[in-house]
């Protein structure tokens, strides 16, 4: 199986693609006005303790402020079982109102509700996961071999002799790492949580310490495995910077990394941007002619598997058996690419005879196994649910890209105008590069070209710059707020 990431970068916005044969599986995206948070290190001060909730509302400098659980302030021991590792002490005795506290977040705030933190600190690289204050040393679940594991153990082990105050976690990555891979790593580190230390003292409450690395270069730190052969990067200062990145940590990459210098957008290329739009509609077609229904909630994620028009060639049951085999093929990999998260529920159409209910739950389960979320599946119910978790730290595909809908009461959503302007700073590179016009003209809603005239000014100066044509706005009362038109003139 070849594997592709592309990564697309200008002035507002990143995206990242993961692409398995040609098929999108994964897309991020991440904003200069709105980059996520996990990862990044605040002095935090709290604001409000809850003893009824075991929990803590603490303020780190956002919009809303972040909550924090007692399970989540002491350290955890990562060889023991999840159930043990909540706290057994009362808030009340681990936090006050006013005091200042070191925490990390784990997960964006999504809708109402605020940032999830913890206290327990974690530094990743591409093989390691430094642990401030904890002398523990853990392996990656995914690293099944007993040998490997025990090799991994005994090399972390040896080199942090004379070292205190921390410990480590070898992630899947770290499988047949060479002892000077590790050893660099944990030197790294090192170094970088030093640095971190050293500006805790000097850090105003409710501030950010530490930012995580932008996604350009997260990326190679934590999506990288062996599957991928090609990396493409359309920036020339990112390709760069990922160079520098490479060259610094994963030397040994044995992974051809482009700039991509065409015409044509790199996005265009492989038809992602058709695939980003699919992946904000509520349907999606299944190649036999069934279809799934997907409704996200902030409760939950529901998944409607239905046969449409597929009437197949034997039994019913042999009808509805196929189609729900291609559903769970097609469940798992929506899950990714819209980076859907917490409690989903699967309704696939109800099959009598177990080895069917078994052999789709295998196929789900097959197909998330290439995951970097966590997941989680229950058995199918009776009526054909099947119940799953899936780790959520960052806001999904929809939430990044729209929001609700005022005409339906939040019932429905739409594209921000945000990301609105930027599909619009892409047509205008298309069409500046297709046609030979002397302007172009942009017809959208009043939303959106106040966005282009006013925050959004910059970089749309920069836009005429690069492409040396002047571009008019004109607003059109009659397009909604997704509805735009570039005109070349």
């Keep these: 199986m070849s594997e592709e990431i592309l990564i697309n970068v200008t002035p507002r916005e990143t995206r990242v693609a993961l692409v398995e044969n040609g098929v999108l599986q994964e897309i991020m995206v991440e904003r200069a006005r709105r980059r996520g948070l ?16 075991q929990a803590a509302f603490v303020e780190i400098g956002l919009e809303r402020a972040a909550f924090l659980h007692a399970s989540d302030i002491l350290p955890r021991n990562y060889e023991s079982d999840a159930a043990s590792n909540h706290s057994k002490e009362n808030i009340n005795e681990l936090l006050r109102e006013g005091q200042d506290v070191i925490v990390q977040v784990v997960k964006d705030p999504l809708g109402t509700k605020g940032a999830r933190l913890t206290t327990q600190i974690t530094i990743p690289s591409r093989f390691l996961v430094f642990i401030p204050k904890v002398d523990n040393v853990g ?19 040896l080199f942090m002799s004379g070292q205190d105050d921390g410990g480590y976690i070898a992630r899947t990555a770290a499988e047949g790492a060479s002892p000077e891979a590790l050893r660099a790593d944990m030197i790294f580190l090192r170094k970088l949580w030093n640095s971190i230390d050293g500006r805790i003292a000097e850090t105003e409450s409710g501030s950010v310490i530490y930012q995580d690395l932008p996604l350009t270069v997260r990326v190679m730190r934590d999506l990288f495995d062996d599957q ?16 520098e990145f490479t060259g610094q940590f994963m030397a040994d990459l044995p992974v051809q990394i482009e700039y991509y210098p065409g015409e044509r957008p790199i996005f265009d290329l492989y038809g992602i941007e058709d695939e980003i739009q699919k992946a904000l509609g509520r349907k999606v077609q299944l190649k036999s002619g069934g279809y ?10 529901t998944i409607d598997v239905n046969t449409g028009g597929y009437v197949g060639h034997r039994t019913l049951e042999e009808t509805i058996f196929k189609t729900n085999l291609e559903a769970a093929q097609a469940m798992a990999r929506q899950l990714r690419l819209r980076n859907l998260g917490g409690i989903i529920i699967a ?59 005022p005409t339906y009461n939040g019932r429905a959503s739409l594209k921000t105008p945000e990301t609105v302007c930027y599909e619009i700073f892409r047509e205008i ?16 809603s009043q939303e959106v070209v106040d966005l282009l005239l006013d925050e959004e000014s910059a970089s749309l100066a920069e836009l005429e710059a690069f492409i ?16 735009y038109d570039v005109v070349p003139m």
């Design 38 to 53: 996990v990862g990044n290190i605040y002095k935090g001060k709290v604001c409000r303790v809850l003893p009824g909730m």
């Design 139 to 157: 392996i990656s679940q995914k690293i099944e071999d007993e040998e490997e594991r025990i090799r991994l153990r005994d090399m972390i082990q």
């Design 228 to 243: 991928i052969e090609k990396i493409r990067i359309d920036s020339r200062e990112s390709y760069q910077r990922v160079l």
């Design 292 to 301: 799934l229904i997907i409704d996200q909630t902030e409760a939950l994620t």
């Design 347 to 405: 309704d696939f159409i109800d099959m009598t005879r177990e080895e069917h209910k078994r052999q789709v739950l295998r196929t789900l389960e097959q197909y998330l196994e290439k995951d970097h979320a966590k997941t989680h599946i229950s058995e199918v119910s009776m009526l054909g649910l099947v119940e799953m978790t899936r780790k959520r730290n960052r806001e999904s595909l929809e939430h990044v890209l729209c929001e609700a809908c």
């Design 429 to 444: 590179l298309r069409e500046s590069r297709q046609f030979d016009a002397q302007q172009l003209l942009v017809l959208a």
């Design 468 to 483: 040396g044509k002047p571009i008019k706005f004109q607003v059109e009362s009659l397009f909604t707020q997704e509805q």
